[in-house]
């Protein structure tokens, strides 16, 4: 909560625009942050004999491939000055990886999946444990909340479904099989935030809980072999290619 208030003035005015250029924008600067550390934290000059070191054993052992002794020599030797590259970049990744991980924590929370809007239809679903029979959705408060199919529910297998509309504001629904119930909360808002669609329960009749928050694929329309990647797949993408604009621009190692 306390990091999520002070990243919201720097991030929040992103999620105006569509999802690709929000997660653009972003690699573009958590890649020149990373670039920059790593350039200023390590001996750039130490770093380019180390790997031209290596690059010369590489050619050695290439040479050396029907003499096992020379090749095991070799690779030891080209195996120190790897361990000082991997020395030289951990210094940088020390300083960049919890900032990251805080980033990458706000970016979940209001970049994964699409809010629910009020007065705009969703589903709850709920899976079960065989042999269930029937399912009962309460959802409080009840006041700004429409349910547009039946409180009870026949399950059909393992799944039960509802179809709600609500206005703004935040709602606790609690699923009911049997003799056990789980508890999901609901967020429904203009602004781009929700709770997490899917809650999972362990020794319950109710095993998952969802909420039909559309996911946001920035890449639309692009499949890549069958895969549409989210806002995580879609900055990794995006941060390995600014990566290697950026090094050879700003000539890192």
């Known amino acids: 909560m306390v990091f999520e208030t002070l990243l919201d003035p720097v991030f929040r005015p992103l999620l105006a625009l569509p999802p690709f250029w929000a997660i653009f924008l972003i690699s573009f600067v958590i890649t020149l942050a990373i670039t920059l550390v790593y350039k200023y934290a390590t001996d750039q000059q130490r770093m380019r004999e180390l790997k031209g070191k290596v690059k010369s054993y ?7 491939r029907d003499k096992p002794d020379k090749m095991m020599k070799l690779q030891q030797e080209a195996m120190s000055f790897n361990m000082e590259l991997m020395k030289h970049s951990f210094k940088p990744t020390l300083y960049t990886f919890i900032p ?11 970049m994964a999946f699409y809010n629910l809007a009020p007065a705009h239809p969703f589903a709850l679903d709920a899976t079960f444990q065989p ?19 039946n409180a009870t529910q026949q399950v059909n297998a393992t799944h039960a479904s509802w179809q709600l509309e609500a206005d703004a504001g935040t709602y606790k629904a609690t699923v009911a099989a049997g003799s056990t119930t789980a508890e999901k909360t609901i967020l429904v808002t203009d602004e781009r935030r929700y709770e997490p669609p899917a809650q999972k329960y362990k020794d319950n009749a109710v095993t998952q ?12 329309g692009v499949s890549l072999l069958g895969w549409r990647p989210g806002w995580l797949g879609t900055y990794i993408i995006l941060s390995v290619l600014i990566s290697i604009l950026l090094r050879k621009l700003l000539k890192v190692v």
């Open 131 to 149: 042999g269930i029979g029937n399912a009962t959705l309460t959802v409080i408060p009840e006041q700004g909340v429409t349910l547009l199919s």
């Open 100 to 110: 990251i991980i805080i980033i990458f924590g706000w970016l979940n929370a209001h």
């Open 209 to 220: 809980v969802t909420l039909s928050n559309a996911a946001v694929k920035p890449l639309d």
């Open 58 to 64: 590489q050619e050695k052992m290439k040479q050396a």
